[in-house]
Each structure stands twice: as structure tokens, then as C-alpha cells.
């Protein structure tokens, strides 16, 4: 995304790119004139506005011929049947021939350029379909835009390391579970996820202890997992196989005997140790552990978030979204800056893990203060002890504060996300398994090995970045579909958002919800794909936008 | 510094990997080359295919798969050897006087192996009927989209220029509209003049045909500057002629490998449209409908959920897996590749040979 906005920045006006800080990896290639460019973008606007009229074409002559408001008055059996056909064929306009009732619609789109948008009313509810749009596009991106994030995110990093374990254990595993997933009916997914995540876990709550054979299995596949990820040597795979189900089993059994479920919490010492673990994690990923100052800002990072968690929790109470927003981008901000305070040859290093130390930290104490009102939540009446919902986006009737209201959102979305992320992050893991192959037998790799580099930088700045060009490609597609929702999912769990919408227009023979569902995810799609053209030709110089 | 590198069991690390790996290589392509020697294309794909653990297994499985599903209740007129039928809504009536109450079969079949719904049908049959509304979809699917496709695809990548950017726009205006959209108004249109599995299969060829034809533009495109296309003209071949005698055996590999995968999907999608409700629909059965039809009843009778959905799985898994192995077959850069273990065996075997005849045409075989 932030791509794109650069690409357009420099269409539009390539003076600011030259006014920022010269640093090293500012694009070299610049845009040099920038008329060739407006030239193909408005080329590509003009030829992907036809395609969409084309498209609205197609569509609205399908659902003329599909649908028949008449459906249900032809089988009425009221005295003035007649006059009531009548009145709804005028109503209708069907008299009219679909092709032009297509063009009248089209020009009521048209006005959306000038603001002035006329998609036509919904004659079920009389309401007009901007207004119908309007609730659905949040409802359905509150319900599809956390699990693609997460999707992608997953996929990708499941995708690298089964590349880099290539024919391992763990690399067949990832690919039988991709093509499991591949072939997973969504509504089969959500149907079970209902029964096993939300009945079953609600089930648990009751009585939430684990039996010593259920610890015992837990641990066992834990322990295989993760020595099948971290993989070596067969000693280094004992070790890791008992350290991590040691691990589990203690963290089981101590979920186990305090109840932790009923009322869980984190905690500063919590908050504490996680962070200095995220603390390593990231410096190990993102500059080596080699690099002191860059390990010293994240565990000083770590430090510091379990500290500020005190004067933290006077303030939580007066939360509002906004707060939130503002205090991770001052958690994020003073990341950097402790980074930068540490100075040496390569700050960036530093100031770049210090960042993601502080989101991870600051998304510990979050989850802790939303941890801290679930006892509250479960056991209001309106919830009564079953906090995982399975259908719907809040819970009627509910009130409380922030936190309240942001855990309600929370438990309302777990499920449907779940079944989301399940579908799709299998092809994110194959895409992102196939690219960073193709790109670790590029000659550039070899060189870099050859240089003496670590096998840390070969796989992070040379490898990792370059096989996520192909992925750039792909994503701003799979966003554009989010717009219109998952209709299957969004059925299963009787969200209100896109697809409902559309399916609830299907059913009821009504045109015009229909055709703006269309328009949306048309739109958005074929704004995706000219947006496409554009991060590929950012991410590879290879590629040239010509006119 | 970690190296993590599969075998980072050497101090020497990557590079002694590296040359391990190329010896590996060599050794195998040798071996590739001498097997392949005198073979057709055809043969060798097919041998490759062969050899594909994976798609040999989901082959096998899908074999069984549509045995079962096609003999065991019958199809159309020919009678199977199922007991109970499958399609009639009071025909099949519980022995045991307990209509509510069904069993699983264990180890022993039993007269109802997937149990029976609250009405007394028997779910065995019922799923076989479904699967089978599922498999012509499939197929009619997997056959006049491709063929779709390729006409598509082939002219607009032959005849290029105005037709080809015609022919290319409205692919994309059927791109644009998402598919389970399409699908939805055209299986509401197909199934309000009542459901059939064919026409409903012929509706989703109209949708599912757009990346086929991209895909067979591309190849087209590139096939028609090589020489043998030149060559045909020349001898005087027609249009028609040079590309689909010519220069379709060529494009083979990609349409096989995508008919796959839009089998695949294609049986995903029925079973999601007809969930939906806008696909097979009431007295006609599919595996996406019994799901919605016994959704409700999950927690007190399983199986009624367990066995379509386990079906739909177990096609589209093997169609997957098929498709994956017909791909590696296909694709010439993609070596059988075996175990790192086998490789380092095959490595070592090769380094004592060299040791022990010591010749100075090593150099020359190590190229």
C-alpha cells in the first residue's frame, strides 16, 4: 500500500520524493518525465472504465433475466391482484426494456463523479442503496480486514519457512495442509468452527481444567511442531522437541490450576518476560544478535513497556479508540527514538527494531487491560458465562466502556476469522513458498553467500524482500475482493455486511442492492488492478510502465 | 552466525552444501537424461506423472472414489447394488423401527454404514447421489469451460491485434464480476427453471472459463513466433488448422495442469451455490445441500454433516493433488528431486567411484 501512495506521489508532483532525506535506498530510478506515465494511467483508467460499464452490462441483464419481483404477487391470491402487478410494473418501470432501464441506472452511477450518487432504491425497503451500502462496507471490512491481515501475514511466514526447510518434514506437512485447505468448503469450516470453537470452548469455561493426558498429548505435538520448524541435526531437534514441550506442559498445567480462562490477565512481570523473548526474536530476525546496540534498544524497549504498564492503567479507563490509535504511534514513535539514542554505524538497524519491539509490547499491554474486563464480560447476564458468539457483530443490549465493547467485538469476530484465515492464508503460504524458492536459486543469492555474508542477511535483505514482489501483486487483489465480503462466511455467522446484503437482494428478487454490490467490488477491483501495474513496476526495475 | 541451512552439519557450511547439492544434481540429471533417452514428450510425462507419490495416491483414492459413487446406488436406469435407493424422499423406510435413531458402521457395514436422517433416509445413499450431482458438475465443468477457454484464449492469441483486444476486454468484464456472484444469479436463473446438476454445470462453465483463456492467450502468443508455426503456414495450412493441430498439442501442459484446478474449484463452487441455496436444489440432491440441510442437526446427529463434507474434501484434495503432480510432470525445469538424504548417498557413491578409477576424464564428466 504505501507503495502505491509513493507512486502516485510521484506522478503527481516528483519534486517532494527528491526533498526527502537523502539515504541510501531512496529509489534511484526516478520517474524521470512524468507525462509517458499519465499518459498509460490515462489509458488504464479509460480502458478499465470500459470494461466495468461492460461488466454492470453483463450483470444487469443476468439479474433482469434471473430475477422476477413479480414472483411473489403472480402466486398471491388478493382481490386486486391485478392493480397490485400493475402498480409494481409501473413501479418498476418494467415496461421499460432492460437495456435502457441499464442506461437510465448508469447515468444515476455517472453522478458519482460530481458527488452525486443515485444507485437506485431498494424497492423491498424502500431504502436507497447508498444508504444499504453504507452500513455493509464497515460491517463487512470490520469482518474481513483483520483476517486477511493476519492471512497474509501467517501465510507468508509459513510459506518462508517451509521454503527454507525445503523437503523437510515440515515442508510436506505445509504443503498436505495447503492443499487440505485448498479443498476445504468454507461453509463446512464455519459449520464445525461454530460446534468445536464456540459451543465447545463455551463448554469449557465451565470447568476449565485440562486432564493430565490432554497436557501430556498437547505438549507431545507441540514438541514435534516445533523441532519440525526449527529443524537440524537430530540432537538439536531432541533439544528443542523437550524444551518446547517442557514448555507447553508447564504453561497447560498452569493455565489449568489457576483457572486462568475465568479470568486471565498478563501482567507487568508477564508483559515483561514476553517482551524481552520479542525482544530477541526481533533483533534476531531484523539486525542479528550480533548487533548490540540494536538488541540493547529492544530489551531497553521491552523494559520500558513493562514499566509505563502502572501509570498505564490510570489512564485506560478514559479510553477511547482514538487514545489507542494515538498511543501506538507514540509506542512506536519512542521505539525509534530510544533506536536512534543508541546510536552507531547503523541506526536504522536499531531505530527498525526498537519499532516493532514497542508495537509488539504495547499490543501485550492491550490485550492485558481487554484481558482485564473478561471475568465482567462472561459473566453479564447477557452473556452468562458463553463469551465466544456465533453469530452476529455485537451482543444486543450489551453495556459497558470501551473495553467492554472492544471485547465484545472481539469474541464476535474470533470465529468468522477464523474461518477466513483458515480458507485463505493456504495460498499465501504457497505463493510465498514458491517465490522465495525461485528466488534463493537467483544468481544474486549466490553472490551475496559468496560475499560472506551471514545466512541471516542472505535469507532477510536479499532473499525475503525480492520474493515478496510476486506476493505485492497478488494482495491488492485479494483486498479489492474483501469489498465484497465473504458471502458464504458472512451467511454462516449472520454478519450484515456485503454479502448479506447481496444475497438478501438474490432472494428477494431486488435489482438494485445487487447492482451496487456490483459497482463496489468492481470498482474496487479494477482500481486494485491499475494499482497492481503501478507496485510492480515500484518493486521491480526490471519492469517499465510504458505508454 | 547460524546457518540455516538444511544439512548445516559440516563446519564448512554453505558452500560445501552447495557443491554436495551440485554433484547431486549432475549425478541426477545424468540419470534423468539416460532414463529419457528415445522417449516422446508424451512419455515422458507420463512417466513422470507415474512416479508422483502424491498424485499416484490421490489418482488412486479418486478411482475408488467414483467407483463407489457411480455403481453402488446406480446411475439413471442402470440399477446398483446399494440396497436402499437413493433419491425418494419416503422410499426407504428404518428396519428397526427407530427412525430417529441411526448407527454408524465400525467394522461391520451394517444396513445404514453413514446412519440414517430424522426422516429414515439412508445418508450413504444420499451422499452417493450428491457426490454424483458433484462429479457431472465436475466433469461437464472440467470440459466446456476448457474447451471455452481454449477457443477463446487460442483465436485471441493467434489472430491478435483488434480481435485479440475484444476478445481480451470481455474476459475481463467476466473477470470483474466475482465468481461466486456470477454463479449465484446464474444458478438462481438455471434453478428456478428447475435443478439439474447439467445445466447448472453448463452455468458455471459460462463463468469459470476466463483464466483458461488468459492462460491460452499467453501461450499462444508466444507459440506463434516459433518456426513450426511458419513452417505450417508456408505448406499452406489454414488458420484454423495451425492452431489447433499445431500449435494446441503445444499448449497441453498448462491446459491440462489448469483443467485440474478448475475441477477442483468447480466442485466447490456447486457445493457453495447449491448451500446457498442457488444451485442443485430440494428434491434433486448435492453434497453442498445435504450440508444445509442438516447443519442444524450437527450436535445431536453428526454423520448427517460428517460424510458429504468429508466427500467434497476427498474429491477436490485428489483433483489438487492430481493437479500437482500432472504440473511437476509438465514442467521441464522441475526435476523429480529426491530426499537431501538420497542425494548425499547418490554423492558419496559417486565420489568413491571417482576415487577408485582416478582417470583424467573426472575433469571432463565433472562439466
Redesign the interface.
Known amino acids: 500500500m504505501a507503495t502505491s501512495v509513493t507512486g502516485q506521489a510521484a506522478v503527481e508532483a516528483p519534486e517532494p520524493a527528491s526533498a526527502t532525506p537523502a539515504s541510501p535506498t531512496t529509489p534511484r530510478r526516478r520517474l524521470r518525465a512524468s507525462a509517458p506515465i499519465l499518459t498509460f494511467l490515462g489509458r488504464r483508467l479509460l480502458?478499465s472504465a470500459?470494461?466495468?460499464v461492460?461488466?454492470t452490462f453483463?450483470?444487469y441483464m443476468?439479474?433482469a433475466?434471473?430475477?422476477?419481483p413479480l414472483e411473489d404477487l403472480r402466486t398471491s391470491t388478493a382481490p386486486n391482484k391485478e392493480a397490485l402487478i400493475e402498480a409494481r410494473i409501473r413501479d418498476l418501470d418494467l415496461n421499460t426494456p432492460a437495456p435502457v432501464r441499464w442506461a437510465k441506472w448508469l447515468g444515476g452511477v455517472a453522478g458519482c463523479v460530481v458527488g452525486q450518487c443515485d444507485l437506485g432504491d431498494s424497492w423491498v425497503n424502500r431504502q436507497p442503496v447508498t444508504a444499504l451500502l453504507g452500513t455493509a462496507i464497515p460491517s463487512t471490512l470490520q469482518l474481513v480486514g483483520a483476517a486477511a491481515f493476519i492471512a497474509v501475514g501467517l501465510g507468508v511466514v509459513v510459506g518462508i519457512a517451509s521454503a527454507?526447510?525445503?523437503?523437510?518434514g515440515f515442508d510436506y506437512g505445509v504443503t498436505f495442509m495447503a492443499?487440505?485447505l485448498?479443498?476445504?468448503?468454507?461453509?463446512?469450516v464455519a459449520?464445525l468452527l461454530k460446534?468445536w470453537g464456540a459451543?465447545g470452548f463455551n463448554d469449557f469455561l465451565r470447568n476449565p481444567v485440562f486432564s493430565p493426558s490432554t497436557i501430556v498429548l498437547i505438549s507431545v505435538i507441540g514438541g514435534l511442531l516445533w523441532q519440525a520448524i526449527v529443524?537440524?541435526?537430530w540432537r538439536r531437534r531432541g533439544i528443542t522437541f523437550l524444551v518446547s514441550a517442557a514448555a507447553t506442559a508447564a504453561a497447560m498445567a498452569f493455565v489449568s490450576a489457576t483457572k486462568w480462562f475465568l479470568d486471565p490477565s498478563l501482567g507487568p512481570v508477564a508483559i515483561g518476560l514476553l517482551g524481552i523473548g520479542a525482544a530477541f526474536a526481533i533483533t534476531a530476525l531484523a539486525a542479528g544478535l550480533?548487533n548490540r546496540r540494536a538488541l540493547y534498544t529492544s530489551l531497553s524497549v521491552a523494559l520500558l513497556g513493562a514499566l509505563l504498564w502502572w501509570p498505564l492503567q490510570f489512564l485506560f479507563p478514559y479510553a477511547t479508540g482514538l487514545m489507542i490509535v494515538l498511543l501506538a504511534l507514540v509506542a512506536i514513535g519512542s521505539g525509534v527514538l530510544i533506536g536512534w539514542l543508541f546510536g552507531g554505524p547503523d541506526r536504522r538497524q536499531s531505530m527498525r527494531a526498537g519499532a516493532i519491539t514497542a508495537v509488539v509490547v504495547g499490543a501485550l499491554i492491550f490485550v492485558d487491560r481487554v484481558m482485564q474486563v473478561w471475568q465482567v464480560y462472561s459473566r453479564s447476564s447477557r452473556v452468562a458465562g458463553r463469551p465466544i458468539a456465533t453469530i452476529g457483530a455485537e451482543t444486543p443490549g450489551l453495556q459497558g466502556d470501551f473495553w467492554v465493547e472492544t471485547l465484545d467485538t472481539f469474541t464476535h469476530l474470533v470465529l468468522p476469522t477464523t474461518a477466513l484465515i483458515l480458507i485463505t492464508f493456504a495460498s499465501y503460504t504457497r505463493y510465498s513458498r514458491a517465490s522465495l524458492l525461485e528466488v534463493m536459486n537467483q544468481d544474486y543469492i549466490?553472490t551475496a553467500?559468496a560475499k560472506g555474508l551471514?545466512?541471516?542477511v542472505v535469507?532477510v535483505r536479499h532473499a525475503f524482500r525480492n520474493a515478496l514482489i510476486p506476493l505485492a501483486t497478488i494482495v491488492p487483489l485479494d483486498i479489492a475482493?474483501l469489498f465484497?465480503g465473504a458471502?458464504?462466511t458472512e451467511?454462516i455467522f449472520a454478519w450484515s455486511g456485503m454479502g448479506t446484503l447481496?444475497?438478501h437482494s438474490?432472494?428477494t428478487s431486488d435489482a438494485n442492492p445487487?447492482m451496487g454490490?456490483?459497482i463496489v467490488?468492481?470498482t474496487a477491483?479494477?482500481v486494485a488492478n491499475i494499482v497492481v501495474d503501478f507496485v510492480y513496476a515500484a518493486l521491480d526495475p526490471r519492469i517499465r510502465v510504458n505508454a | 552466525m547460524t546457518v540455516p541451512s538444511p544439512n548445516p552439519t559440516t563446519p564448512e557450511g554453505v558452500l560445501s552444501d552447495d557443491a554436495q547439492s551440485e554433484i547431486g544434481n549432475s549425478i541426477e540429471n545424468a540419470i534423468e537424461l539416460k532414463e529419457v533417452e528415445g522417449l516422446s514428450q508424451g512419455r515422458i510425462v507420463l512417466r513422470r506423472f507415474l512416479r508422483h507419490r502424491g498424485a499416484m495416491t490421490a489418482a488412486t483414492v479418486l478411482i475408488l472414489v467414483v467407483l463407489l459413487v457411480t455403481t453402488s446406488i446406480g446411475w439413471g436406469p442402470i440399477p446398483g447394488w446399494w440396497k436402499w435407493s437413493p433419491t425418494q424422499f419416503d422410499d426407504v423406510v428404518n428396519p428397526g423401527g427407530s427412525p430417529t435413531l441411526s448407527f454408524s458402521g465400525g467394522l461391520t457395514i451394517g444396513d445404514h454404514p453413514f446412519g440414517q436422517d430424522n426422516l429414515g433416509r439412508d445418508v450413504f445413499a444420499r451422499v452417493m447421489r450428491g457426490a454424483q450431482q458433484s462429479l457431472i458438475v465436475m466433469v461437464v465443468v472440467g470440459l466446456l469451460a476448457t474447451t471455452i477457454g481454449i477457443v477463446m484464449g487460442a483465436v485471441s492469441g493467434f489472430m491478435r491485434g483488434r480481435i485479440d483486444n475484444i476478445l481480451m476486454r470481455f474476459t475481463d468484464m467476466v473477470i470483474t464480476i466475482p465468481v461466486i456472484m456470477i454463479g449465484a444469479i446464474l444458478g438462481r436463473l438455471v434453478s428456478s427453471s428447475g435443478a439439474n446438476a447439467f445445466l447448472l454445470a453448463v452455468a458455471l462453465s459460462l463463468v469459470t472459463w476466463t483464466s483458461m483463456a488468459r492462460l491460452v492467450r499467453a501461450e499462444f502468443l508466444s507459440l506463434r513466433e516459433r518456426e513450426f508455426v511458419d513452417a505450417a503456414r508456408v505448406a499452406g495450412a489454414s488458420s484454423s488448422r495451425i492452431m489447433f493441430k499445431h500449435m494446441l498439442p503445444n499448449a497441453v501442459g498448462v491446459i491440462i495442469v489448469n483443467t485440474t484446478l478448475l475441477m477442483a474449484s468447480a466442485i466447490l463452487l456447486e457445493t457453495a451455490l447449491s448451500y446457498l441455496g442457488f444451485g442443485i436444489r430440494s428434491p434433486n440432491v448435492s453434497l453442498g445441500t445435504l450440508i444445509a440441510e442438516y447443519q442444524t442437526a450437527f450436535a445431536t446427529r453428526p454423520w448427517l454433516f460428517w460424510w458429504p463434507g468429508l466427500f467434497i474434501v476427498l474429491i477436490a484434495l485428489c483433483i489438487n493433488f492430481i493437479g500437482d503432480g500432472l504440473r511437476d510432470a509438465f514442467d521441464p525445469r522441475q526435476r523429480r528431486i529426491p530426499s537431501k538424504r538420497a542425494m548425499d548417498r547418490a554423492a558419496e557413491r559417486a565420489n568413491r567411484r571417482r576415487a577408485a578409477e582416478a582417470t583424467p576424464a573426472t575433469s571432463a564428466a565433472g562439466d
Open positions: 480502458s470500459i470494461v466495468l461492460g461488466a453483463i450483470v443476468l439479474l433475466l434471473a430475477l422476477d527454507l526447510r525445503q523437503y523437510s492443499f487440505l485448498y479443498s476445504l468448503p468454507s461453509f463446512w459449520v460446534l459451543i529443524g537440524g541435526p550480533r549466490r553467500r551471514p545466512e541471516r535469507t475482493y465484497g458471502i458464504i451467511r447481496f444475497l438474490l432472494a445487487a454490490y456490483f467490488v468492481g477491483l479494477v
